[in-house]
């Protein structure tokens, strides 16, 4: 007979904590939260109100930014010494619940418990917008991070420099038509937030990233016709370390995946002291999302990783989750902190 494990509410606090640092594009947050106090079960649910209609219509952006933070709970709960039982989509009559966890009992001295400094890592990840030194991340920490990938049910895509080149072009060819795009350019601005603005969500300047004066990075443009908003430009690093993770299908659970390998994948190269940054924008186009598949190896491609050695990414707000166990209740903001940088 399976033993039950009871949360406590600090138990439950630090699992919400580590679930809410996932990275999500915009900073939207996109994920809510139900404890059910009779099964022990922890529901992810989708927050429909933070969705994107332009840049993320079909949702796939909101099921990666959910998996990383299944990922994260699925981290801190091992790291907690319990073991969480996992079902994706596990309700087809409630299409909004996207994950249920269920932490069946304490950890053995049998269970292996190695997670290579990945739980700390959850607080120290944040998205680098800034210039990388162009240093080369050594081939043993790259091979790590598409193992990390793989063992999640994706998989890495490390092209040469040809490929980094062909993969940027694609993704300035989709940062040129979301600028040129005004409903596009302005519901990307909508998620700024004001220097001494108490937000909980959205992206505050100050973790905003320069563009490249060189023009070679195609960093995302958050401040559109907003010239006054823009920091001034950088030199980025000339040779680009880029990584593709994609999946062999494209369903809702496989975004779930994907989401779950992408904080792999990122927690993996902050453990080992690499920067990351993410560029979602030509995912956005479903001709250049296609495009960047190059060949039908690569299948369904979900996000392009920057990677490399360089300062620390800006914080972005995150809004805890209050662990409340009322039948029903599903978790609200409650307090401003924190947290870790956005996607794209």
Do not use: K
């Not at 296609?290 to 707000?317: C, E, K, N, V």
């Amino acid at each position: 007979m399976r033993t039950r494990t009871l949360l406590d509410a600090a138990t439950l606090e630090s699992l919400l904590a580590a679930a809410v640092a996932a990275p999500s594009i915009h900073n939207t947050q996109p994920w809510r939260f139900r404890l059910d106090p009779e099964s022990q079960v922890l529901e992810v649910h989708s927050a429909p109100e933070r969705i994107l209609p332009l840049a993320d219509p079909a949702h796939r952006a909101l099921y990666l930014s959910v998996g990383a933070a299944v990922f994260n709970l699925r981290l801190a709960a091992v790291h907690l010494g319990m073991r969480p039982d996992v079902r994706l989509l596990p309700d087809p009559q409630a299409p909004g619940l996207l994950a249920a966890v269920r932490l069946t009992r304490r950890l053995t001295a049998d269970d292996h418990l190695d997670d290579a400094g990945l739980h700390e890592a959850i607080a120290r990840r944040h998205s680098s917008r800034m210039p990388f030194t162009g240093r080369p991340v050594p081939p043993p920490i790259v091979a790590e991070m598409t193992a990390a990938a793989h063992r999640a049910g994706a998989r890495l895509h490390v092209p040469d420099i040809a490929g980094t080149r062909w993969l940027l072009r694609l993704t300035a060819a989709a940062e040129a038509r979301n600028i040129a795009d005004p409903e596009r350019a302005a519901e990307t601005r909508g998620w700024i937030t004001a220097p001494g603005r108490d937000a909980l969500y959205g992206i505050p300047l100050t973790a905003l990233g320069p563009p490249d004066s060189a023009a070679r990075m195609p960093m995302r443009d958050f401040t559109g016709a907003q010239a006054a908003l823009r920091r001034p430009t950088l030199r980025f690093e000339r040779h680009a370390q880029a990584a593709l993770l994609w999946t062999s299908d494209d369903g809702r659970e496989d975004w779930l995946r994907a989401g779950q390998a992408l904080q792999y994948v990122l927690l993996t190269a902050t453990a080992r002291g690499v920067r990351t940054s993410l560029l979602h924008q030509a995912m956005e186009w479903p001709d250049l999302r296609g495009a960047t598949a190059g060949s039908r190896r690569l299948r369904r491609p979900q996000m392009l990783i920057r990677f490399g050695y360089g300062p620390d990414g800006g914080h972005t707000p995150r809004a805890s989750a209050n662990p409340e166990r009322e039948a029903g209740c599903v978790t609200e903001p409650r307090a401003s902190h924190p947290g870790t940088g956005p996607t794209g």
